[in-house]
């Protein structure tokens, strides 16, 4: 599975970004895609995630209420609406695929990742 994810930029704080994600290669009817990031000199954390199946979504207590994961099977694509950003969200943005399973957070549980592309917030 290749991913590329796109749509970052420079915004002011308390606007809005769209991120997106899309999968080529291998198909997939199941498992999970997610968005991670990471910011300078820390860890990748796990932004959001959703089951490709069924749609079920999952939230960083850090982005809730403000981000929105939704996918598009038919393109397989993934998205993440980012609104009322803050200076804390600067990051390279990773979105990430994995297998069916259990619902993870972990970076090590996601097998396939796309390149990143950079989100700034502005304060």
């Known amino acids: 599975v290749q991913l590329q994810a796109s749509g970052g930029g420079l915004v002011q704080a308390g606007g809005s970004l769209r991120l997106s994600c899309a999968a080529s290669?291998?198909?997939?009817?199941?498992?999970?895609m997610g968005w991670f990031r990471q910011a300078p000199g820390k860890e990748r954390e796990f932004v959001s995630s959703i089951t490709w199946s069924g749609g079920t979504t999952y939230y960083a207590d850090s982005v809730k209420g403000r981000f929105t994961i939704s996918r598009d099977k038919a393109n397989y694509a993934v998205y993440l609406q980012m609104n009322s950003l803050k200076a804390e969200d600067t990051a390279v943005y990773y979105c990430?695929?994995?297998?069916?399973?259990?619902?993870?957070?972990?970076?090590?549980?996601?097998?396939?990742w796309g390149q990143g592309t950079q989100v700034t917030v502005s304060s």
């Open positions: 990430a695929q994995r297998g069916p399973g259990r619902v993870t957070f972990l970076v090590s549980e996601y097998a396939y």
């Open positions: 290669g291998r198909t997939f009817s199941s498992g999970h």
